[in-house]
């Protein structure tokens, strides 16, 4: 088998966890499998290097962030390819660039274009463990970039789709997928499979075990996914497609976002254009919008109200500032959270808003925006109700059963 292994931060924490992770690919390589291993930077290690940039200035240019953020990834690569080599086996260490990783030139959330995979190939077929920094390509101007906070599971899902590999193993700190958050509600419990669809949404929606653009691609390109503990050898989660999933729950799973801010645009004009205007200039900055609300026209004015990550509110207010004159005020709320129900069985139940709205005000807590698709609500809150939601949701669809 082709297997690609992916170990996150925790995984990679200290010098005795890479050891362990070595031992643990040691095992695979000795079941016969061909290994490509994608590591990410020690925990806590990318905040640190963004904490030092900060140092110096609060809107760091991308093209630094970049070079600078990409070096954790680096670290971890070539001391895990170190710790193999020093077992007894032929193992290499690579950059994304050395990987073959190809991306566009969007800095600090660049996406992944192609992957020349002539290197990786060359090296699986001279029987090498093949050690890749994750969270990171080139652009074609020959700027090193990102893939974005959580990007390494991206690295590990593009690569297992460019190989063809037969399983991608994503490796952390939890044993698999749950129903919510077992760090908030430690009734949570581990699901064995999930669809594409639903863990995309979760992921989406703040559930930060998968980033979502790596269950995206996975999805995509069929890539056979599965979350698993690097602490343990429990059997993880399956992410698959919908029908090879027999048993399918109204609400599988609750995630909660706390890296949202509300952005408030207060009696604006009412009149075509303006949500062209306003969400275009997002856009061009590309800020993620999230939640659009548009309240109903009074005195040919309106409210615009949308959601951003937290860590856009300094670009979005630069971005905004120039269209104060067509509004009253815009105002900026950064202590909220958003809470997410998440159910492929939505699509054919009905209630299940009815009665998350029910349970939430029973606490008292009050919904400040509600948006839905086919499988999800999301829901608006006050940032300190955040865990008391998501355990009250996690009751109220019976999740621990
Ligand atoms: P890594 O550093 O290995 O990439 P992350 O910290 O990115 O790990 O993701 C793992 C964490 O995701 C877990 O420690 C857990 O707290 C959190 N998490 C959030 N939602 C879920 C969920 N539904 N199931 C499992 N873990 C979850
Ligand atoms: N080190 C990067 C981050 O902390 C990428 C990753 O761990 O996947 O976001
Ligand atoms: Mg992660």
């Known amino acids: ?42 925990s806590g290690e990318t905040n640190k290097l963004i904490s030092y940039a900060e140092h110096f200035s609060k809107t760091p240019s991308n093209v630094e962030m970049d ?28 950059t994304g660039r050395q990987a073959g990783i190809l991306t566009d030139e969007i800095h600090t959330s660049a996406r992944i274009e192609e992957i020349n995979t002539c290197a990786l190939k060359k090296l699986l077929d001279d029987d090498t463990i093949i050690v890749v920094a994750g969270f990171q390509g080139i652009s074609k101007d020959g700027n090193v970039t990102t893939l974005g906070r959580g990007g390494s599971d991206l690295t590990a899902v593009a690569i297992a789709g460019a190989l063809e590999a037969d399983l991608c193993e994503i490796y952390t700190d939890v044993d698999g997928v749950y129903t919510t958050d077992p760090r908030i509600e430690p009734k949570a419990r581990k699901l064995e499979k999930i669809s594409y669809d639903e863990m995309l949404e979760l992921a989406s929606m703040g559930a930060k075990v998968l980033q979502n653009r790596s269950v995206e691609l996975a ?46 645009i207060v009696n604006c004009e009412d009149k075509p254009g303006i949500a062209a205007e306003f969400f275009g200039v997002l856009a061009e900055k590309n800020i993620n919008v999230d939640m659009i609300v548009q309240t109903n026209s009074h005195d040919g004015k309106t409210d615009l109200d949308f959601t951003i990550p937290k860590n856009e509110l300094e670009s979005t207010k630069a971005a905004l500032d120039g269209y104060k004159n067509i509004t009253e005020a815009i105002e900026y709320d950064t202590d909220i959270s958003k809470v997410s129900i998440v159910g492929v069985g939505m699509k054919s139940h009905t209630g299940v808003a009815s009665s998350a709205f029910k349970a939430l005000a029973k606490e008292n807590i009050n919904i400040k925006m509600i948006s839905t698709s086919e499988i999800k609500i999301s829901m608006v809150i006050d940032e300190k109700y955040s865990e008391l939601a998501v355990r009250t949701l996690h009751e109220v669809y019976n999740l621990d059963k």
């Open 1 to 42: 088998m082709l297997v690609v292994q992916k170990y996150g931060g925790t995984s990679v924490g200290d010098l005795d966890r890479i050891a362990n992770v070595a031992n643990r690919v040691a095992q695979t390589k000795k079941s016969g499998n061909r290994v490509v291993v994608v590591v990410s930077a020690m």
């Open 67 to 94: 070079l600078l953020l990409s070096s954790g990834e680096r670290v971890t690569s070539a001391l895990l390819s170190i710790a193999l080599q020093e077992m007894g086996f032929k193992a290499r260490a690579m």
């Open 219 to 264: 999805k995509k390109l069929d890539v056979n996914l599965v979350t698993r503990s690097s602490f343990n050898d429990n059997e993880g989660t399956l992410i698959t497609k919908e029908e090879n999933i027999m048993e399918k729950p109204v609400v599988s799973g609750i995630a909660l976002d706390k890296n949202q801010a509300r952005v408030s």
